[in-house]
């Protein structure tokens, strides 16, 4: 999924807790691998997606341990598809 990512132009950056932030090209959407973040496994979640679209509010999804990660796959090919400009 990140190597999806990753052909869409996104900024993907690792950091040395082996955790992995992605940014969509104009910033509006961030994808966030946080196996390693603290603050993440308190509230039971390794996946983050935060979206600011132009036309409405802020939202954020996230995804636990027990989530395929097929099914963040599938969200995040969706959400790219459905936001092509943002997510492209």
């Not at 308190?42 to 995804?63: L, M, S, T, Y």
């Not at 989530?67 to 092509?84: I, N, Q, R, Y």
């Amino acid at each position: 999924m990140l190597e999806l990512l990753g052909a869409l132009g996104w900024a993907i950056v690792d950091t040395p807790e082996a955790n992995v932030h992605c940014t969509s090209p104009d910033g509006r959407v961030y994808v966030g691998w946080l196996p390693e973040d603290t603050a993440a496994w308190k509230r039971g979640i390794v996946w983050q997606v935060r979206v600011v679209p132009a036309d409405a509010e802020p939202w954020v999804q996230e995804f636990g341990l027990g989530t395929p990660s097929e099914a963040v796959s599938g969200f995040l090919a969706a959400l790219v598809a459905a936001c092509p400009r943002t997510a492209q």
